[in-house]
């Protein structure tokens, strides 16, 4: 397995983790915080700030379907 192959691997399983998760938050902090300890699979991807505007996306985008976006 090469490198990108396992960088985006990891990057696999923090997009499933996500998943699985932002429907328990109530919000965005909480999901924010609850993905901060799955982070380290981001590691060397993105900046702290690319991060926290990645997280942010998929809380604004998952609620969007129930607020009538």
């Keep these: 397995m090469g490198m990108s192959s396992y960088v985006l691997d990891m990057e696999d399983k923090f997009y499933t983790i996500a998943e699985k998760t932002i429907g328990e938050c109530e919000t965005e902090y909480e999901f924010w915080d609850k993905m901060n300890g799955h982070s380290d699979l981001m590691t060397g991807l993105y900046s702290l700030d690319e991060y ?14 129930y607020n009538g976006g």
Excluded: L, R
């Design 52 to 65: 926290n505007e990645i997280v942010s996306e998929m809380w604004n985008e998952f609620w969007s379907k």
